[in-house]
Every structure is written in C-alpha cells, then in structure tokens.
C-alpha cells in the first residue's frame, strides 16, 4: 500500500487556503498502480453479490468505472446538478471546502440493487453520505463505501456508521 501513497502527490493550499489537496492524478497515469488500486478495491467483492457500481463526479467516475468493468456489472454516474438530461433525484450535502449537491437519474437503480459504492477521497464523509441516501432514495440497498484513502482527521467514517467501509490508504 505503500507504493500506492507515492503516487498520491500533496497540493498545499488547494482549492482554498488552508487545504491539503490529495492528488491522485500521478496514481492513475501509471498503469501498473492504478490496476493495483482496481484490484485492491475489487478484492472483498469479487464473490458478493454487487448487482452495480455507483461513483460521485469526478474523481469517483475513474475508479468507480474500472471497478465495474472488473466486476462485471453496471455503473451508475451520481452527477453534479444540471448534468443529467432525464428527471433526477438530488441531495444536497457539506464539503472539506464548501458545499455541493450530486443527482441522479430517477431510473438508475433497478428495484433491490446491491450497490457498492466507489470514491477516491473519504474526507468529512458529506459526499459520500448523501451518496448512500440518494441511493437509497431511488431503492437501492449500499452493500459497502469502498475508497482510495481516507482522511482520518476528518473522521468522515462517522457519517458512515451504517454502512461497511473499506479504505486502501489512511492519512
Ligand atoms: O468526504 P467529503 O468531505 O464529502 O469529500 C470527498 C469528496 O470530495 C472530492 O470530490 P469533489 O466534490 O471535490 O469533486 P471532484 O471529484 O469533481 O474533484 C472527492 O472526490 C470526494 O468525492
Ligand atoms: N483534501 C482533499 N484532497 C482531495 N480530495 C478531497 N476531497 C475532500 N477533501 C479532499
């Protein structure tokens, strides 16, 4: 795991004063250790019954997507607002640094969906709380939060507390 932590590259200052952004741009430009990633996200769900992958924009929809593709089911995109053509379900949410919103298509989850849930970044646990409840919204049931790295300090796993979290990194 170590190996993945040297191609995660720190940003100071990034968006706003203050943050410590956690770069995953080196990690998934080398081949080799963004399939060590995939397969280390993958490996406490190769023989469950995950019927789809949901990922958050952006960062989710890279590891959210080839984590679908390993498993072989569908990806469901929870879009920041007024990117999805069709009716959506939205849900509004707080951030590290400021707040946002995700939606999604009113027809993304088949009635009784085990969904696994993909993100590179836990960091307050906003994002991906709002994630599970907007699933859960459209009749889903969240199998598992799986992420990249999560940032202990901000104790995001305390929004999660009903949920299975599985993390590759700690910081
Ligand atoms: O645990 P939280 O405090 O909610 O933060 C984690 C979220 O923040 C980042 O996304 P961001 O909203 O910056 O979007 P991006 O992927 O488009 O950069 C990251 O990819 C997670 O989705
Ligand atoms: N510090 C951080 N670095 C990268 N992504 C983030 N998402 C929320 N906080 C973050």
């Given at each position: 795991m170590e190996n993945l932590k040297t191609k995660i590259r720190d940003i100071t200052d990034f968006p706003k004063p203050g943050i410590n952004f956690?770069?995953?741009?080196?990690?998934?430009?080398?081949?080799?250790?963004?399939?060590t990633c995939v397969e280390k996200l993958i490996g406490p769900y190769k023989n469950t019954q995950i019927t789809?992958?949901?990922g958050m924009e952006a960062r989710g929809f890279i590891f959210g997507s080839l984590?679908?593709?390993?498993?072989?089911?569908?990806?469901?995109?929870?879009?920041?607002?007024g990117k999805l053509p069709y009716d959506v379900q939205k849900v509004d949410y707080d951030l590290e640094y400021g707040q946002a919103?995700?939606?999604?298509?009113?027809d993304a989850v088949n009635p009784g969906d085990n969904i696994l849930l993909i993100d590179d970044v836990l960091a307050t646990g906003g994002t991906a709380k709002a994630s599970c409840e907007l699933i859960e919204m459209l009749g889903g049931n969240i199998v598992a939060c799986a992420f990249v790295m999560e940032l202990g300090f901000l104790n995001g796993?305390?929004?999660?507390v009903d949920y299975p979290v599985h993390t590759l990194l700690t910081y």
């Open positions: 956690k770069d995953i741009t080196p990690l998934v430009q080398d081949p080799k250790t963004l399939r789809a992958v949901a984590v679908a593709w390993e498993l072989g089911v569908g990806f469901i995109p929870l879009r920041k607002p919103s995700l939606e999604a298509h009113i796993r305390q929004q999660l």
